[in-house]
T-cell receptor, first 115, second 110 residues
Framework: GNSVTQMEGPVTLSEEAFLTINCTYT??????LFWYVQYPGEGLQLLLKATKADDKGSNKGFEATYRKETTSFHLEKGSVQVSDSAVYFC??????????????FGKGTKLTVNP | ETGVTQTPRHLVMGMTNKKSLKCEQH?????MYWYKQSAKKPLELMFV???????ENNSVPSRFSPECPNSSHLFLHLHTLQPEDSALYLC?????????FGAGTRLSVL
């Protein structure tokens, strides 16, 4: 079945450092790819997405490019802030039983940014 | 604010209690989901509903009983739970591959 593998955390950075969180996937076909973020005490919220190969998703200074040749969707940010401290989930879309849309999530990577 | 509201936010229950979690969305979405999020474990999809019909049950124990009376509301009825059921229970709704999550119910089973 389809799966998502993302780098193990936790990741600890100083403010203004460069961030990369690696994500690779295994899938049949060409799924849409997503990064979700979960701030403390909250549910997951969509950070960015890409629906086809070579698409770049971007939001709040974060970027990720859908790379079909390496089956990857790495998350990057040039200069992190304390407020970016959260858990980041990589995910892909698939069609489940009965035709329902589903997301397959990675295990999540906890990011802590220190001032 | 994602448009998906879960109540209660926190719940403590004994193993012999019966309680229900509620999820409500007014986004006009037709698909709704229950997830379980435990510490140090991946997010687990429990149930999927599409147009009020259950389309997926990922081998969830029968002590968890979902109900979807209409496309805007989803319930998770709980009875005779075990301590290992303590977790954050997340509800989501979706349209066009994007899922919108509630803030979750933090459940503690004593």
């Amino acid at each position: 079945g389809n799966s998502v593998t993302q780098m193990e955390g936790p990741v600890t950075l100083s403010e203004e450092a460069f961030l990369t969180i690696n994500c690779t996937y295994t899938a049949t076909g060409y799924p849409s790819l997503f990064w979700y973020v979960q701030y403390p005490g909250e549910g997951l919220q969509l950070l960015l997405k890409a629906t086809k190969a070579d698409d770049k998703g971007s939001n709040k200074g974060f970027e990720a490019t859908y790379r079909k040749e390496t089956t990857s969707f790495h998350l990057e940010k040039g200069s992190v802030q304390v407020s970016d401290s959260a858990v980041y989930f990589c995910a892909l879309s698939e069609v489940g039983q009965g035709g329902s849309e589903k997301l397959v999530f990675g295990k999540g990577t906890k990011l802590t940014v220190n001032p | 604010e994602t448009g998906v509201t879960q109540t209660p936010r926190h719940l403590v229950m004994g193993m012999t209690n019966k309680k229900s979690l509620k999820c409500e969305q007014h986004l006009g979405h037709n698909a709704m989901y229950w997830y379980k999020q435990s510490a140090k474990k991946p997010l687990e999809l429990m149930f999927v509903y599409n147009f009020k019909e259950q389309t997926e049950n990922n081998s969830v124990p029968s002590r968890f009983s979902p109900e979807c009376p209409n496309s805007s509301h989803l319930f998770l009825h709980l009875h005779t739970l075990q301590p290992e059921d303590s977790a954050l229970y997340l509800c989501a709704s979706s349209q066009a591959h994007i899922q919108y999550f509630g803030a979750g119910t933090r459940l503690s089973v004593l």
